[in-house]
């Protein structure tokens, strides 16, 4: 590995915490049964399956539900701040809960860890809680559990290391779609945002561990991989001479694993090379995640995004072209220090002129440390939310339109769960990213079924089959 600024895990690290994986397990009075809650991104939502992997490893089950577990340890997210307030308020509730179940052990990690001044917090009004650490330290989490079954106090563990661990085991929440990470961290520094501060510089995982990974998911039977990293078009740049993102991606294209998907894109790094594979990539599905952000010049320099609005309809326009109808997500903040009313106009503009298929809105939540905090120009919270219900409803009249481009086309469902409104009837996400619902029954999970798009409700397409099942 080239790059200075990454910690790889040695074997001997790795091995060392195998023992102690093993150590828990053969304890007579360990835990039994364990939780995961997990708060914020896929990232997180793969770490946690990380954390599940490891618990089973040491030999405890999954428990039923959070409060009869024996050890229940919470994923924690700070991108805004109601993330933070609402895992901060179901730890303290634990606290509570655990009065009629006094064995219980109570872990916190992810992201809210690595904050400024957390560990003091930890220790002061968290003093509750039996084990905290942060994301550097998750490969470390066998011993630190070990440590936390013998510890009278808080076990405390953060540290600002880019560690890279190999090897780890896994335990998947769903058999048919599989997370890969590619990389981690990020160098960007958008102005608004904690994540750089709290998962350390960018470092990539080496081609080949990346490869191994999906082809044992591939003779598994997986059905899909989603890549994982907060900026995966930057997928390299750390590690030399390694393949770029593009190159990955066709590799991975050729292993013949159905769908094969990936986020974050930012669009300062979204190469012509990458639209180019898009275009002629038999796996990758036609669906782009595009964090925009906002559709004002002067509000992208301040956010230090190193694109502008004409540099992103161009990327728009070169992915549409290459891949014809492919299904377009982003990312808006809305009410940034200082936009004015003409500023969330040319947002509102964009969202008109782009037509995505989905947008995430964001008020703009100020974190602690980042350089948008200090920014002149806090916007009032009742201008905020109304410029974020009024960018929901341009969005929603776009959204509708779009999504007519469905209908009476074939497309392929990747069945997730059995539907909410009918028993009769499953549901999924097509080729382009959109959720499709369709006749069926549980059988269904995890296949790929072809249909025909036939109706629209609400923001999800109705579909009938076109392999002639569903009817028992
Ligand atoms: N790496 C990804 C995702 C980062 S977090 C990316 O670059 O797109 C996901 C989204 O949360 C961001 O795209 C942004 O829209 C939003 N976000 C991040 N920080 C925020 C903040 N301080 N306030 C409001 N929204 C924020
Ligand atoms: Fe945050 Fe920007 Fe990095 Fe995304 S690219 S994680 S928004 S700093
Ligand atoms: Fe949140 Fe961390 Fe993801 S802050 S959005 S869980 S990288």
Not at 22 to 35: G, I, K, S
Not at 96 to 114: F, L, S, T, Y
Not at 184 to 206: A, L, Q, W
Not at 214 to 241: F, P
Request: net charge neutral; aromatic share 6%.
């Amino acid at each position: 590995m080239s790059n200075p600024n990454v910690w790889p895990v040695s074997q001997e690290e790795m091995a060392e915490q195998r023992r102690y994986m093993a150590d828990v397990r053969a304890l007579a009075d360990r835990p039994q049964t364990y939780f995961v809650v997990t708060y914020g991104c896929q990232m997180n939502a793969h770490d946690s399956e990380t954390i599940a992997g490891m618990l089973r490893e040491m030999g405890l089950t999954e428990a039923v539900e959070r409060d009869a577990a024996d050890f229940v340890i919470f994923n924690t997210c700070c991108v805004r701040d109601n993330a933070e307030r609402r895992a901060l308020g179901n730890v303290t509730w634990l606290k509570e809960v655990r009065k009629r179940k006094p064995d219980m052990k109570i872990a916190v990690c992810g992201c809210m860890i690595q904050e400024p001044g957390m560990a003091e917090r930890i220790l002061g009004q968290y003093r509750f809680v039996n084990l905290a650490f942060g994301t550097a330290n998750l490969y470390r989490f066998p011993e630190l559990f070990w440590r936390m079954l013998h510890a009278e106090d808080t076990v405390l563990e953060i540290d600002a290391r880019n560690t890279l661990a190999e090897n780890l085991p896994v335990c998947r929440l769903r058999a048919e779609s599989a997370y890969i990470n590619i990389m981690y961290g990020c160098n960007n520094f958008c102005s608004f945002c904690i994540v750089p501060y709290v998962r350390g510089r960018e470092r990539s995982r080496r081609a080949e561990d990346i490869l191994r990974e999906a082809e044992k998911l591939a003779r598994g039977g997986v059905q899909e991989i989603m890549l994982l990293g907060q900026n995966v078009n930057s997928y390299g740049r750390d590690a030399g001479d390694g393949p770029d993102f593009a190159e990955l991606l066709r590799q991975l294209d050729g292993m013949g694993i159905p769908r094969i998907r990936f986020m974050t894109s930012h669009p300062k790094d979204l190469s012509d090379r990458l639209i180019e594979v898009m275009g002629t990539s038999r796996h990758v599905l036609p669906q782009f995640h595009l964090p925009v952000q906002s559709g004002s010049d002067e509000i992208l320099r301040r956010m230090n995004r190193h694109y502008d609005r004409a540099r992103y309809l161009d990327r728009v326009r070169a992915l549409r072209a290459a891949v014809p109808g492919i299904g377009l997500t982003t990312d808006i903040i809305v009410a940034f220090p200082g936009e004015t009313e003409e500023q969330f106009g040319d947002t509102l503009s964009l969202v008109r002129e782009v037509g995505y298929d989905s947008v995430f809105t964001f008020i703009y939540s100020p974190r602690v440390g980042t350089p948008a905090a200090k920014m002149p120009g806090q916007i009032d919270p009742a201008v905020a939310t109304e410029r974020i219900e009024r960018l929901i409803r341009v969005q929603d009249e776009c959204q509708q339109q779009r999504m007519r481009r469905f209908l009476g086309a074939e497309e392929e469902v990747l069945v997730e769960n059995l539907s909410r409104r009918s028993a009769e009837a499953v549901s999924g996400k097509g080729r382009h990213g959109l959720s499709i619902t369709l006749p069926g029954g549980a059988a269904d999970i995890g296949r790929i079924i072809p249909v025909r798009v036939t109706g629209l409700k609400n923001n999800t397409l109705t579909a009938e089959r076109l392999d002639g099942g569903g009817r028992e």
